[in-house]
Nanobody
């Protein structure tokens, strides 16, 4: 089994910053793509940013220039640095990872428990 544990959410004023962290642990041979999604109540879960093992990142248009995703492969950990936060960034943020449990297995998607980010105006 694989667990993703997130931390770093909270309440911040508009224009402020937060840093989210997510660490994967358990039966892991390799962690491939890692990413962050967010979801408002009653809405679909949308991609915020994702990063490959080699460090190639992509971002949702709404966060480009404000958010930065990074990872430490040796720690199976991904980070999301969020700057210049806006009230519309308020959501539950979920960590996602595509994990190979064994060298011979394909990848499976795992999710963190979610962390609330609230940006006040």
């Amino acid at each position: 089994q694989v667990q993703l544990v997130e931390s770093g959410g909270g309440l911040v004023q508009a224009g402020g910053s937060l840093r989210l962290s997510c660490a994967a642990s358990g039966s892991i041979f390799r962690v491939n793509v890692m990413g962050w999604y967010r979801q408002d109540p009653g809405k679909q879960r949308d991609l915020v940013a994702a990063i490959t093992t080699g460090g190639t990142a992509n971002y949702a248009d709404s966060v480009k220039g404000r958010f930065t995703i990074s990872r430490v492969n040796a720690k199976n950990t991904v980070y999301l640095q969020m700057n210049s936060l806006k009230p519309e960034d308020t959501a539950v943020y979920y960590c996602n990872a595509r994990v190979q449990a064994y060298y011979y297995s394909g990848g499976s998607d795992y999710w963190g428990q979610g962390t609330q980010v609230t940006v006040s105006s």
